[in-house]
Structure formats: structure tokens, C-alpha cells
């Protein structure tokens, strides 16, 4: 295979979120950074957190490599987006915008355009036949090759690399913050996922799990801290498996123990983490939490169904039991105030009105304060869709998304209703959508709060009365 850079094996032998309606397709595009780099990076991110977390590492990649980032498409030399390859809607949301983009490359025949992400990894060279204007591929353990790649395109080729890795953290990258407040920053503790759940692509296209390095997760909090942040959210798909050793063998450290090395760093930076398990969340994990104000009393504990068969049969490794025994154990151990989200699917494979049922009950019994819901979207090439029929009709798995949806609403209204009344203390993030004369934040439970800014300003921690709780926000007044 002389002149194209193919290399397809895995080497060593998957978003505000409103309450209650499907999250719209979150994109985010670069900020300019204007250092007089000859090449301009454009680059889209769809899908999860630890996409936009990826792209600020392919942003510090090519910025190396001579990229200013900007965000004008047409004025870009290269355009990347970063792909999500969760449900179908994801990917063909993603061919739609080739298709714009292939417009904007008429005109400017020299733009180069690759894709990078989930699809890129799960499509790997069929990309390339089947997207005529892609000129590179990349998988999301292979963006330290980029600079290679981008000069085998220069050189006229199509290049392509969607080697998954066991130990790539990108640890000693500093990421150039995309689309970033100045306040709060994700930072990637740990990439891929041993957990099969049957309808997941992640574990097929981020491989296998590797966690970081402590220290320089440390490190890159407290650089943060010295450029001004005040709140980290800790990335991971499945946070609680956390584990990381020296290489000497002398230092172990879990996720509890993460926590609290990050808390410790200052009492002014809350930490958030993202995504827990609810077959690994551990007590440990909650007592840390509790140990730390500024631990943010937040946990997105993603459920998918509320009836154990449906778990069996999507490989949950967790029944109905022993997800509510964990919400009692967050209840008892944080208190009735510690918010809770979840992910909810619908319609899965074989699941019956009763099952169905089981769900809604569930989330009445849980009383999420928010949570995403999608009806079930067969993945090529998971467990589920080589083993599993999927016979429930579109317009079942859309009338029962519609009743956990409406269902989901009641909770997180019922939730904000639980806050008004009460003083609560936000880390103001920016200006309010609606008003210049308002800002906005969240406080610990990730609940977004409204109020008149007085003298406050970004970045800035407010005692807020909150006087009205709506379905999505609180709005309130601030007190000294
Ligand atoms: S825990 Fe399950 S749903 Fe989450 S990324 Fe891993 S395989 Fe996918």
C-alpha cells in the first residue's frame, strides 16, 4: 500500500441539556487564535463532552504545526470535524454538513478536509469512498499523527489512521481551550471503555480503557487554577474505573482518591465529573464527595432502562435493584439535595408495555433534576445489533420516548420547585442568553441560576435567593 497511509487493525489484539426534550446536535466551532501562523484550522465538534475535549488537543496538536484556529470556514486551509457515531441521526447530521462544506471547497480547491471522532474510526477508509471530499481520516487515538497525515495529503495523497491504542492519554498535551468562558474547563481523566453495553459503539471506536496519569491530571488542573478557572469537570466514559499506577508500582490511585487530590488543590476551583457507572459508583466515592464543598453535589448516573430484563439484555451488568440500592446510598450518604441525571433509552430491543412502565417508574421514583433521552438507534457492528432483533415499531419507540420525556419534566420542574425558597451559591459563568443586565451560573447541583448582576461579574462565586424554580432554570436575587 505505497502512497496511502492505511493502517486499519486495532494494534494490539462510545449533550444545556434541556430537561426533557432530545438535546439538538451540539456543535461548537473554534475560536480564532491569531498568532500570525501561516495555516488557519477550522474545526466542528459534535457529540459528547470528550469530543470538545479532543478537538482543544488537535488544537494544541496543529497549532504546533503552524495552525491558527478560526471560525470562518472560508477562510480556512483545513477543516476538521470532530464526529459523533451514537445514533444514526449523529452521522448523518455529519454527512449533511460535508455535503455544505463541499460548496465552500469548490472555491477553494487548496481547503483540505478530514474527518476525525467516532464515525472516522467505526467508517475508517470506507470514508473515503464514500465522502469523495475527505481527504483524511482519523481515529481518536491517532491525532498526535496529524502532521504526518496533513503532509501526506499536501503531497496529494488521502491519508488515514485509525489505530486504537491501549496507553494513548495525550497526557503531556496541554489543550488550547476551544469556545472556552475563562471559568470552567473539561479535562480528560481516562479514555475508552471495557464495559460492552450491547447498543454502544464507544468501546469500538475509543478502544480499550487506560486511565492518566494522576499527576499530570493535577498538574493541568493547577494550571488552570493559575490562569483563572474555577471549576474542572473530570472526563471519563466511565469515571468510577478510574485506576492509575506509577510506573514503579509504589503509587495506586482510584477515582475517590483523584477527587480528592483535585479538591485539595483549592478550595475556589469545584470539580464535577462526568460520566459515573452505576455498577462502579462506589461509597468511597460519595463519602469524598461529601468531605468537600467544593466536590459539586452532581452525579450523571446514566440508568437506560428501568427494568432488569431489558438491562440483561442490554448488558448493564446491573439490575433494577442494585441502581436504586446506589440512589439510596447518594441519598443517604449526600442528602435528599444531591442532584441526579441519567440517559434514558426507549424502545430497546424486545421491550414490552409493562417493561416500558418499569422505566417511567423508575424515573418517577428516582425524581431525576434532568436527563437524556433517546428511543433505542441500532449501531452496526455492537453486540446488540448482531445478536438482537430490532422489532419495536418507530412509532412506539417515539410514543414512549414522548412519555418519558413529559414524565422527566414533571421531575426536574418538581426538583427546581425543591430550590426555590433557599440561598444558593453560583459560580457565574457568563452574561444571562435573554440579558446583559442578568448573569448567569449554576450552583453545585448543575442547576443553571438567573439573577440581576448588580456589581457581580464573571467568574465571581454569588449567594443567590432563588425565588421562582422553572422547568430549566432558577431565577433568583442575589444576597451578601
Ligand atoms: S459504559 Fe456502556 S454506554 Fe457508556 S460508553 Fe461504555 S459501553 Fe458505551
Known amino acids: 500500500m505505497s502512497q496511502q497511509l492505511f493502517t486499519l487493525d486495532y494494534l494490539d489484539t462510545p449533550p444545556t441539556a434541556v430537561a426533557g426534550a432530545e438535546p439538538a446536535q451540539d456543535v461548537r466551532v473554534s475560536p480564532a487564535t491569531r498568532t500570525g501562523r501561516q495555516r488557519k484550522l477550522y474545526i466542528e465538534s459534535y457529540g459528547c463532552q470528550m469530543n470538545f475535549s479532543d478537538s482543544e488537543i488537535v488544537s494544541s496538536i496543529l497549532f504546533d504545526e503552524g495552525f491558527d484556529t478560526t471560525e470562518q470556514l472560508a477562510d480556512a486551509d483545513l477543516v476538521l470535524l470532530n464526529t459523533c457515531s451514537i445514533r444514526e441521526k449523529a452521522e448523518q447530521t455529519v454527512r449533511m454538513r460535508l455535503s455544505q462544506i463541499n460548496s465552500h471547497k469548490k472555491r477553494n480547491p487548496g481547503m483540505l478536509v478530514g474527518v476525525l471522532g467516532c464515525m472516522a474510526e467505526r467508517l475508517k477508509s470506507k470514508f473515503l469512498e464514500e465522502e469523495k471530499l475527505v481527504d483524511l481520516v482519523v481515529g481518536p487515538d491517532a491525532y498526535r499523527d496529524l502532521p504526518n497525515l496533513i503532509r501526506e495529503v499536501d503531497g496529494g495523497q488521502k491519508a ?3 489505530l486504537l491504542s491501549r496507553d494513548e492519554t495525550y497526557a503531556d498535551i496541554t489543550p488550547v481551550r476551544l469556545n472556552s468562558n475563562g471559568i470552567t474547563a473539561f479535562v480528560s481523566i481516562m479514555r475508552g471503555c471495557d464495559n460492552m453495553c450491547s447498543f454502544c459503539v464507544v468501546p469500538f471506536t475509543r478502544g480499550r480503557e487506560r486511565s492518566r496519569d494522576a499527576h499530570s491530571i493535577e498538574q493541568e488542573c493547577r494550571d488552570l487554577v493559575a490562569q483563572g478557572y474555577k471549576e474542572v469537570t473530570l472526563l471519563g466514559q466511565n469515571v468510577d474505573s478510574y485506576k492509575w499506577a506509577s510506573e514503579d508500582g509504589t503509587e495506586h490511585v482510584n477515582f475517590a482518591q483523584l477527587l480528592e487530590r483535585v479538591a485539595r488543590i483549592s478550595p475556589e476551583l469545584r ?5 459515573s457507572h452505576p455498577k462502579d459508583i ?3 466515592v460519595l463519602y469524598t464527595m461529601g468531605r468537600y464543598e467544593n466536590i459539586c453535589k452532581y452525579i450523571h448516573l446514566p440508568a437506560q432502562s428501568g427494568n432488569s430484563r431489558i438491562l440483561k439484555l442490554m448488558n448493564r451488568t446491573y439490575d433494577r435493584a442494585w441502581y436504586e440500592e446506589r440512589v439510596q446510598a447518594i441519598r443517604r450518604i449526600l442528602g435528599p439535595e444531591c442532584a441526579i441525571s441519567t440517559d434514558m433509552i426507549s424502545g430497546f430491543c424486545s421491550e414490552t408495555e409493562e417493561e416500558h412502565q418499569d422505566t417511567l417508574s423508575l424515573i418517577d421514583w428516582v425524581q431525576y433534576d434532568m436527563a437524556y433521552m433517546f428511543f433505542y438507534s441500532e449501531r452496526p457492528g ?6 438482537l432483533e430490532d422489532d419495536i415499531p418507530l412509532d412506539v419507540k417515539k410514543r414512549r420516548l414522548q412519555e418519558i420525556i413529559d414524565l422527566q419534566q414533571k421531575s426536574s420542574f418538581a426538583r427546581n420547585q425543591q430550590a426555590v425558597g433557599k440561598v444558593h451559591r453560583v459560580l457565574v459563568e457568563n452574561f444571562s442568553k435573554r440579558s446583559q443586565e442578568h448573569l448567569s451560573g449554576r450552583n453545585s447541583q448543575n442547576q443553571v441560576v438567573i439573577f440581576p448582576k448588580k ?3 464573571k467568574g465571581d462565586y454569588v449567594n443567590v435567593f432563588v425565588h421562582t424554580g422553572t422547568g ?9
Do not use: C, I, P, Q
Open 160 to 162: 488515514v489512521n485509525v
Open 271 to 275: 470539580v464535577r465529573f462526568s460520566t
Open 472 to 480: 430549566g432554570s432558577l431565577l433568583g436575587d442575589a444576597v451578601e
Open 282 to 284: 462506589t461509597d468511597e
Open 455 to 457: 456589581h457581580y461579574k
Open 382 to 387: 455492537t453486540l446488540a445489533a448482531r445478536k
